[in-house]
């Protein structure tokens, strides 16, 4: 049996889209990929070191202390990093391409981050939000570095 390239490009695409609908339904957002130094997160009433491979969910805040640094990997292919004495919140996440809901929100509250475009923010830019102290930053589906200095957002 002769499996053409292009029906099996569909169902790659297709499993690829199941698999990230199944890590929405249990609420995973993405994964630490990379740590480096001093790092936190903060997940309801608790806080933990920052280790690879650990999941993201909603309504976590990732915050790196001097000499710190994390990478995390959203689910949409999304890369954010976060440099020393930084701080984020993942305030909404949603990647469900088979019902077409896309909404991404990211508080910025001090420090460096680096932000670079997944699905969301090619497919549905005006879905992406980075809200910062000074104020909130939409995208293009494209790739920047923010540094906020003076008081972390509250």
């Not at 004495?85 to 019902?99: D, G, H, K, M, V």
């Not at 981050?113 to 102290?133: D, E, Q």
Request: proline share 3%; charged share 25%.
């Amino acid at each position: 049996m002769h499996i053409s390239q292009k029906w099996l490009l569909r169902l790659i695409i297709v499993l690829l889209f199941w698999q990230m609908n199944a890590y929405a339904e249990d609420g995973t957002v993405g994964t630490i990929s990379r740590v480096s130094g001093p790092a936190t997160i903060a997940r309801q009433n608790e806080s933990f070191p920052a280790e690879k491979g650990i999941r993201l969910f909603e309504g976590d805040r990732i915050y790196t202390q001097k000499d710190g640094a994390v990478g995390m990997i959203l689910y949409d292919n999304t890369i954010l990093s976060l440099g020393s004495s930084s701080s984020l919140t993942i305030t909404t996440f949603r990647f469900a391409p088979n019902e077409e809901e896309y909404a991404m929100e990211i508080e910025l509250s001090k420090g460096k981050f680096l932000y670079n475009s997944g699905v969301i923010g090619k497919v549905r830019p005006k879905a992406v939000r980075l809200l910062m102290p000074i104020g909130t930053l939409g995208t293009l589906g494209t790739k920047f570095l923010v540094d906020l200095e003076g008081e972390e957002r509250k």
